[in-house]
């Protein structure tokens, strides 16, 4: 699943790309893409022929294309991708919707194999669409609060892995990057939120905008077909990887085996050394 280094280099790409061009048209080919547009897919594409694309905006996994003061935004779910090309490529079978511009230039394709993915147009949602006004500002943005953050985080009666996949504290975070910061910030990811120092949560916090940081830089993390960048290309962050994905690998810090523990039907990768289990006054649950 895209998290926000993915979809950060999506919405670089489609800047360059999109941005500056006016829509021609619009075809929807599968409605499930578009079912939080509740007008339907025709109104879907009426609304957007003829408009002019403005910035490409984020919010953790979320982006949006300013249009005037509305926006086309988009969430690609467990398999969206955005990909721009040659119009006259076939259409393929995972393409739910597709864009073509005044210029006869390259389209957009909204490719999504598990349509789990969604478009909807957002009126007056130029600067934040409303659909995603519950969602918390990501660590990225001028917006976000780090003080208010860590007050937030230290209230939370739960595990620390579990509270940071909380959208509505933090945006942008997803399993990948939970487990990669929280090794580089050498906590365990069962420590109880609440348990935690107010200087625990300022180094976890700085992980997590270094790892953001450096995924960026590698255009994301590919661990299948399923992410790739609007041309197409995969991200190559996978190889950086510190203990997501690794288990039974040496710790690239302290040479101690990655261990892999189930968490909430996924799962949680830490370094057994570096990363303490919490003791029991550790935990989340005890006062
Ligand atoms: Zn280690």
Known sequence: MPELPEVETIRHGLEHHVTGRTIASVTVLHPRSVRRHLAGPEDFAAVLAGRRVGAARRRGKYLWLQMGSDALLAHLGMSGQLIVGDPGLPVGPHVRARFTFTDAGPDLRFVDQRTFGHLCF??????????????????????????????????????????????????????????????????????????????????????????????????????????????????????????????????????????????????????????????????????
């Not at 660590?139 to 739960?158: I, K, Q, S």
């Not at 580089?184 to 270094?210: E, N, S, T």
């Open 122 to 287: 957002d009126v007056g949602g130029a600067e934040l669409p409303s659909a995603i006004a519950h969602i918390a500002p990501d660590p990225l943005e001028p917006a976000f609060d780090a003080e208010r953050f860590a007050a937030r985080l230290r209230a939370r009666r739960t595990g620390i892995k579990r509270a940071i996949l909380d959208q509505s504290l933090i945006s942008g975070v997803g399993n990948i990057y939970a487990d990669e910061s929280l090794w580089r910030a050498k906590l365990h990811w069962d420590r109880g939120a609440g348990k935690l120092r107010r200087h625990d949560v300022m180094r976890l916090l700085a992980a997590i905008r270094a790892v953001f940081a450096d995924a960026i830089g590698a255009g994301g993390t590919s661990f299948d077909s399923l992410y790739v960048q609007v041309n197409g290309e995969s991200g190559y962050f996978s190889r950086s990887l510190s203990v997501y994905g690794r288990q039974g690998e040496p710790c690239p810090r302290c040479g101690a085996l990655v261990i892999r523990e189930k968490f909430m039907n996924r799962s949680a990768y830490s370094c057994p050394r570096c990363q303490r289990r919490p003791r029991l006054r550790e935990r989340r649950d005890l006062p």
